[in-house]
């Protein structure tokens, strides 16, 4: 799957979390509750559906494999239900500081996408993965948010049918543009990718960050289910060096770069070009 269809079905499964908060939350009366109160209320909310939606993207859309994306939602909406937590608690406090006004709920937006940014560590385990998804998900949260806010702005004397309606476009274009810019930021600041240019998954793009894992296991970052792969195959990893491939001494065969063979536990330095042939699949590395 390309890149740019990876940022589309994330925004799109964004905005369905979005839609889907705020059916959730909507349900729930805290127009009367104390504001701390409500604010929890809302951000848990929000933050489950969104970033538990997020989560199952690509397993759902990439790897196409339900039990993995019914796991790794899980992860997400729980991670993404404590961002929310702390992310409107904050913003809370913010917004009263700032005495309200366009900034202060701007900032909202900003808090929550950062953490459920944040929260993709809890489902993917790499620290730098997590850190682009931050920024992405603060310039999201941004977006999405300043939207939210100029239309809430424009049909302010509005009847309050209509406000709905605004309340559910706007958390639908808030997670569009969460779940869009996540990816986006990741495919922009990481250093090197691999392409999958032959095998079932050709045309697939994944951008290397901490170390990348490869093989048939779908828990993989990268998710070749090729004839010859091993259920963990090999890593790919940043070093001080540049990027190397290590085979894993589990790995039922070698891979190859060109005329190398790299057996099970050895090791072979990555440039730009480099295709890695493991089992039927041939995985293009592009550094940059």
């Not at 989560?55 to 991670?79: E, F, N």
């Not at 990718?193 to 093989?215: A, K, N």
Request: charged share 15%; with cysteine; aromatic share 8%.
């Amino acid at each position: 799957m390309s890149k740019f269809l990876q940022v589309y079905y994330h925004a799109l499964f964004g905005a369905l979390g979005g839609l889907l908060g705020w059916w959730i939350v909507g349900s729930i009366a805290t127009q009367t509750w104390n504001i701390w109160a409500a604010a929890a209320v809302v951000g848990t909310g929000l933050g489950l559906c969104i970033g538990g939606m997020i989560a199952a993207t690509d397993s759902t859309m990439i790897k196409r494999v339900p039990k993995r994306a019914l796991y790794d939602g899980a992860i997400g909406a729980l991670a993404g239900a404590i961002a929310g937590l702390l992310g409107f608690l904050l913003a809370q406090g913010a917004f009263l500081v700032l005495t309200g006004g366009f900034v202060g709920r701007a900032l909202s937006w900003m808090l929550l996408g950062l953490l459920i940014g944040v929260s993709d560590f809890a489902v993917h385990r790499q620290l730098h993965r997590a850190r682009y998804a931050a920024i992405g998900g603060l310039a999201g949260g941004l977006a999405g948010g300043l939207i939210y806010e100029a239309l809430t702005q424009l049909f302010l004397a509005q009847s309050g049918t209509v406000q709905v309606i605004l309340g559910g476009l706007g958390l639908v274009i808030v997670g569009a543009c969460i779940g869009g810019l996540m990816p986006l930021a990741r495919q922009v600041l990481s250093q090197a990718e691999l392409r999958v240019i032959s095998g079932e998954q050709t045309g697939l793009v994944r951008e290397v960050t901490d170390i990348t894992s490869i093989g048939r296991y779908d828990g993989n970052d990268l998710y070749l289910p090729d004839a010859g792969v091993s259920w963990r195959h090999a890593t790919v990893r940043c070093t001080d060096r540049g990027f190397e491939l290590v085979v894993l001494p589990d790995a039922e065969q070698a891979a190859e770069i060109g005329a190398y063979d790299i057996i099970p536990g050895g090791t072979r330095m990555l440039y730009h070009g480099d295709q890695i042939r493991i089992g039927a699949a041939v995985v293009e590395f592009v550094g940059r």
